[in-house]
């Protein structure tokens, strides 16, 4: 049995190596990636087709049986990331009979885990940023069975560890911001910084960036914006200080904050969250469909009429919700079926070339006080997360994982990208050869996987509204409305999706409440009072 592969197609996720059961996949590693498969390995199962989100492999022998559905649904969801699970679990809790469509062999897209020996390999996400994130919160909303691990639940503080390359090494964010400016004087300045991001009355222009809102309260400190861009813009949104808005690092701050008083995770990681909301869409009846393509989004009279799957199947429904990326929206909807402007705004975004590298070791890298870590001072800005720090079980017995994430750069070359982060992690950890034993890298390049990763030039309120200009046809995804950290941003649209479709005051936007604006003004006059204590102090 020979299982065909289309070079030009992969992206570099990795996820067929990690995903076939008997390790007869492996990723060539050059300027681009070249999946190859053992033919003396291989035993023909079929994994590899559902495994890759490009359809790098092809076996029509080996497809998978088509699966029984109904023709007509109120709403067809394309894509079971996060943000499909999320407004299908929504939707079938208010009744509707749902179906959510999937073409890999599993759900949670770019936010799940895959097993691979005895390690939880994550998919792309890099958190999970606890019960008060937006994604926590989402998910105790519509009553995800998921049990949460935060800091409180821990023997340490779990806090931020930040490496710089002259060889200072910080304990805490704390420790490292009162260093980089100065102390008190300059902490005096910081809190003025952050009493600002509270304060809901305070807006400031999309052409204003982060380098200027921080040089606004903290100038003439170079390094300080340094370290912004490492914590903040690198680590939220894979941008840099000169692209991020500062609008969009005001609220990605504030939510990051709040976040992090129960930062955690979920047992089991994401995988987990991912198992919960998967529970939540089965038990009030809607249906899940993995291993189902679908070909294009049936059009008729400039509106949304269900979807033509690639088995030649065709489902109608009186909603389409797409969950899939905006290279995949023109190519189903088809580009004659959307405005230019609109065309030309899908067309102009641009993706993040990001990359992972996950670690298994026999020791903890971080040591037993610290789940993150963040370089500065290196060729590339590397921000870490340790997800065996909340959960020991996501690893064998004994041992430890450290995701370690980046932002390539042009001309994107892998190899160079692997070699020169590696070269890194040797600085940063002395024993890195005697206690890493498992390295797996991963890029999120290409036709999938970059196009649902962070996006340059589109931002906060700036990304697409869920209500799309096809008449019953509703988006969600990173590519929608949000701020925050990371894919914490995706709840944010998932909410006004359901509130578009359903009418529900429960999913309201949440940032519009009253008592919401009430408390983060209280807690702009605390940081205004702990901005003046320090200027005392500094006297």
């Excluded at 970059?450 to 697409?464: K, V």
Aim: with cysteine; aromatic share 8%.
């Amino acid at each position: 049995m020979t299982i065909a592969i289309n070079d030009s197609q992969c992206s570099g996720c990795n996820y067929c190596t990690v995903i076939c059961p008997a390790e007869a996949i492996t990723l060539e590693i050059e300027a681009d990636t070249h999946p190859r498969i053992d033919e003396g390995l291989c035993t023909a199962c079929g994994e590899c087709l559902y495994a890759c989100p490009n359809n790098v492999f092809n076996a029509p022998e080996l497809a998978s049986a088509p699966v029984p559905l109904d023709e007509h649904y109120d709403a067809v969801i394309i894509g079971g990331g996060i943000g499909g699970l999320m407004v299908a679990g929504g939707l079938a809790r208010a009744g509707k009979k749902v179906l959510l469509l999937e073409q890999l062999s599993f759900v949670g897209g770019k936010y799940t885990h895959l097993n691979y020996r005895g390690y939880a390999i994550t998919t792309a996400a890099w958190t999970a940023a606890g019960p008060a994130s937006r994604i926590g919160r989402m998910c105790t909303q519509l009553d995800a069975p998921i049990q949460w691990i935060t800091i409180h639940d821990t023997k340490s503080r779990g806090d931020h560890w930040v490496v710089l390359r002259d060889g200072r090494r910080f304990a805490s964010l704390d420790e490292a911001q009162e260093t980089l400016v100065g102390g008190p004087k300059g902490m005096a300045q910081v809190y003025a910084w952050l009493a600002d991001m509270y304060n809901p009355r305070v807006s400031y222009p999309a052409e204003m960036t982060t380098r200027q809102y921080v040089e606004k309260f903290v100038p003439g400190n170079p390094t300080y914006v340094d370290y912004v861009e490492t914590i903040i813009t690198h680590c939220f949104a894979s941008q840099t200080v000169d692209d991020f808005p500062a609008m969009e690092c005001k609220r990605a701050i504030v939510d990051s904050i709040d976040n992090m008083a129960q930062w955690g995770t979920a047992k089991g990681g994401t995988a987990a969250i991912v198992r919960g909301l998967a529970h939540v869409v089965r038990e009030h009846g809607g249906q899940i469909a993995t291993r189902t393509r679908v070909e294009r989004i049936a059009i008729e009279n400039g509106a949304a009429r269900g979807v033509a799957l690639s088995d030649g199947r065709t489902i109608t429904a009186d909603v389409v919700i797409h969950n899939a990326g905006l290279g995949r929206l023109i190519r189903l909807v088809g580009q004659e079926n959307l405005p230019p402007d609109y065309l030309a705004r899908l067309e102009g975004a641009i993706p993040a070339n990001v990359a992972n590298l996950i670690l298994g070791s026999t020791e903890p890298l971080l040591g037993e006080d610290h789940s993150l870590l963040h370089t500065m001072g290196w060729p590339r800005i590397l921000n870490c997360y340790a997800p065996t720090f909340f959960d020991p079980d996501m690893a064998p017995e004994g041992r430890h994982i450290l995701e370690v994430f980046w932002k390539m750069e042009p001309p994107f070359h892998k190899r160079q990208e692997l070699d020169l982060v590696l070269a890194q992690l040797r600085e940063v950890f002395p024993r890195f050869d005697e206690v890493v034993e498992l390295q797996l890298p991963m890029f999120f390049t290409g036709l999938w996987t970059a196009e649902m990763a962070h996006r340059m030039g589109q931002s906060g309120g700036d990304r697409l509204d869920p209500l799309s200009p096809v008449e019953n046809l509703i988006l969600v995804g990173y590519d929608c409305i949000g701020y925050g950290m990371a894919g914490d941003i995706i709840p944010h649209g998932v909410r006004r999706a359901l509130y578009l479709i359903l009418g529900d005051p429960a999913y309201a936007p949440e940032d519009e409440r009253f008592a919401k604006k009430a408390r983060r003004w209280l807690t702009a006059q605390a940081f205004k009072a702990m901005s003046l204590s320090k200027r005392l102090t500094a006297r």
